[in-house]
Antibody
Framework: QLQLQESGPGLVKPSETVSLTCSVS??????????WGWIRQPPGKGLEWIGS???????YYNPSLKSRVTISVDTSKNQFSLKLSSVTAADTAVYYC???????????WGQGTLVTVSS | QSALTQPPTASGSPGQSVTISCTGT?????????VSWYQQHPGKAPKLMIY???KRPSGVPDRFSGSKSDNTASLTVSRLLAEDEADYYC???????????FGGGTKLTVV
């Protein structure tokens, strides 16, 4: 059964880079024709798609975040990662990782991890 | 692209039906049959309920159905149960420059 688990620092200082990892079990990131993506949700607010990476390595980003976002895959660890640079308080959110067979169909989600940006 | 427009709240009584709308433009909802709907209970991750406008993933009750007319997609929940009380989000493909956009969410209350 597919499981996704986010991990990363719960607290980050403004202007720093936050790095999050999604560990995948029950499927191989490199052998399946899936997209692996990141979505975030500020406290009490709605969902925002951050970006996705295809199993082949192609990346797709939300244009409003593109200049600060990097998504990558580590096939040896069956993980994919998100780096978000120059964070501000507006980046405080629960960050989810998800799998989709079509980019817009997020069929499997991790439980989410809260990232707070504060000095 | 701006977020899709959803009503902030919706409500219904057990056993009734409720429909939630999701309005976009011809560049997203109206231009593609790639509308999805997600259910989110408090403190939980979203769950895919509908994809490709009308399709239900395995395990989703047939009380949930989707449709689309022009630039507006809709989610209908029939025979409401207390457990259907949750936030619902629509999403759509919006072109290669910004593939995935979400609506602002609708809080469904079962009264």
């Amino acid at each position: 059964q597919l499981q996704l688990q986010e991990s990363g620092p719960g607290l980050v200082k403004p202007s720093e880079t936050v790095s999050l990892t999604c560990s995948v079990s029950g499927d191989s990131i490199s052998s399946s024709s899936y997209y692996w993506g990141w979505i975030r949700q500020p406290p009490g607010k709605g969902l925002e798609w951050i970006g996705s990476i295809y199993y082949s390595g192609s990346t797709y980003y939300n244009p409003s975040l593109k200049s600060r976002v990097t998504i990558s895959v580590d096939t040896s660890k069956n993980q994919f990662s998100l780096k978000l640079s120059s964070v501000t308080a507006a980046d405080t959110a629960v960050y989810y990782c998800a799998r989709s067979i079509i980019m817009t169909v997020l069929s499997n989600w991790g439980q989410g991890t809260l990232v707070t940006v504060s000095s | 692209q701006s977020a899709l427009t959803q009503p902030p709240t919706a409500s219904g009584s057990p056993g009734q039906s409720v429909t939630i709308s999701c309005t976009g433009t011809s560049s997203d909802v109206g231009g593609y049959n790639y509308v999805s709907w997600y259910q989110q209970h408090p403190g939980k991750a979203p769950k895919l309920m509908i994809y490709a406008v009308t399709k239900r993933p395995s395990g989703v009750p047939d009380r949930f159905s989707g449709s689309k007319s022009d630039n507006t997609a809709s989610l209908t929940v029939s025979r409401l149960l207390a457990e259907d009380e949750a936030d619902y989000y629509c999403s759509s493909y919006a072109g290669s420059n910004n593939p995935v956009i979400f609506g602002g969410g609708t809080k469904l209350t079962v009264v």
